[in-house]
């Protein structure tokens, strides 16, 4: 088949990006032909080289007509973005001209048979409504629903094309429900599967030091939404204090919250380490090494990480959200915990008077999974083999190939 991939952020360091990537790889070694349409910065191209896609189109953001950075899916994003609630009239229309021209451009030039879409968002609507008689699929990523809550003077062009087009992805059962429930989407065209994790990164490996300290690994956005704020601020819990641990930061943030972590992070005494961006390779390496793996966020998907430590052996400890309470209902074996979030004032922002609480919550869990480790408790692990075999990358896009086939 001649696939078009779509993609309104950059090729890289975010979840879309990364699923997008994997799917190509995977969509070329099984013969068929790829393209992409995707975002750039002008100021910072990203590296595509390898992405098997052939061409590549790239809608040039930093650089008149779009003078702005990237809008970014999320909020805050790990590089220099706008928000979707800020733009102008006159920017999203020439945000709305240049995707257009761009994926009409390359229609013209490989004639898809399908187009795979990122996102049930502005993009989506756009090529739906411009391009009716070609099937088309689009991949749910959680932020898109975020988005149509921040932004409802956006909705009435979402609702009007997005029920048409003829398959969704979905991460999990409940994220379906919430697309049925928020664009309309028929219950038979949303198609269930979870993000995926590549095994010749992340996999079980060397052997955890026995020796203190206990390792904890966080991963993703230093922001505020993703609850690196809260996790440091946890620390300075008496459960915490007393226990030998070090934690891990491993990814990138700009602006006040990225600076706010580190400010927080000084009042630990050395017992945080700011790891920077990983590549896989890299953050597969630390998350071997790490007995416990945290993911104090207030709003996600199915997350992509969390399937990644899992999957290299770490003990979790996450928020209980009911994409990952799905997730980790279908594993045997010890997972680690899941902490309870109080309902939030924002879609992913939690009332201020809540946060004691939540930082219990966190708290406690952190101590019971640091505690095993400290007494070599011996658990059942997950089963590394019914990973690969339902959440591999491999996997994943055999569940996409089934509904393109459909298609």
């Known amino acids: 088949m001649n696939i078009l991939y779509l993609l309104s952020q950059l090729p890289e360091r975010t979840g879309s990006g990364i699923y997008t990537r994997e799917i190509i790889a995977r969509a070329a070694k099984a ?31 930093d650089a008149a007509p779009l003078s702005y950075p990237i809008p970014g899916m999320s909020d805050e994003m ?28 390359t229609v013209s030039a490989v004639k898809p048979d399908i187009i795979h879409s990122n996102h049930l968002w502005i993009m989506s609507a756009l090529i739906r409504k411009h391009f009716p008689k070609i099937p088309m699929a689009v991949s749910c990523h959680g932020t898109d629903l975020r988005q149509f809550k921040n932004c409802p003077h956006l909705r009435k062009n979402l609702l009007e ?10 991460l999990s059962q409940s994220q379906k429900a919430e697309i049925q429930a928020i664009y309309g989407v028929d219950a038979e065209k949303i198609h269930t599967v979870s993000n995926g994790f590549d095994p010749e ?47 891990y930061l491993a990814g990138s943030g700009v602006g006040k919250d990225a600076e706010i972590c580190r400010d927080l992070a000084r009042h630990h ?35 992509l990480v969390l399937i ?53 919550n966190l708290a406690e869990a952190l101590e019971g999974e640091i505690v095993n480790v400290l007494e070599n408790r011996q658990v059942t692990p997950i089963s590394y083999g019914s990973l690969s075999e339902h959440f591999s990358w491999d996997s994943v896009f055999r569940n996409v190939e089934a509904v393109y086939s459909e298609l």
């Open 269 to 303: 005494d050395g017992r945080v380490t700011f790891c920077g961006s990983l590549t896989p390779g890299d953050l597969g390496t630390m998350m071997r090494k790490a007995h416990v793996f945290v993911l104090p966020s207030y709003f996600e998907g199915v997350p």
């Open 161 to 170: 094309h997005l029920p048409h087009v003829d398959r969704v992805f979905a």
């Open 78 to 105: 790990p590089y220099p973005s706008s928000r979707f609630m800020d733009l102008d009239p006159q920017q999203l229309a020439a945000y709305e001209k240049a995707f257009e021209t761009a994926v009409t451009d």
């Open 308 to 360: 990644e430590a899992l999957a290299s052996g770490c003990r979790i400890v996450a928020s209980d959200l009911p994409g990952i309470r799905e997730l980790v209902a279908g594993l045997t074996g010890h997972f680690g915990r899941l902490f309870h979030l109080p309902d939030l004032e924002t879609v992913d922002a939690p009332y201020p008077e809540d946060l004691p609480r939540i930082r219990a």
């Open 31 to 61: 013969g068929h032909r790829c393209a992409l349409v995707a975002a750039c910065s002008a100021k910072n191209p990203p590296d595509i080289q390898g992405i098997r896609a052939h061409p590549v189109r790239l809608v040039n953001f």
């Open 201 to 247: 990164h992340f996999h079980p490996g060397v052997e955890r030091s026995q020796k203190p300290p206990v390792n904890i690994l966080y991963a993703g956005k230093l922001s505020r939404s993703k609850g690196v704020h809260l996790l440091l601020e946890t620390l300075s819990d008496e459960r915490l204090k007393r226990l030998p641990i070090h934690l």
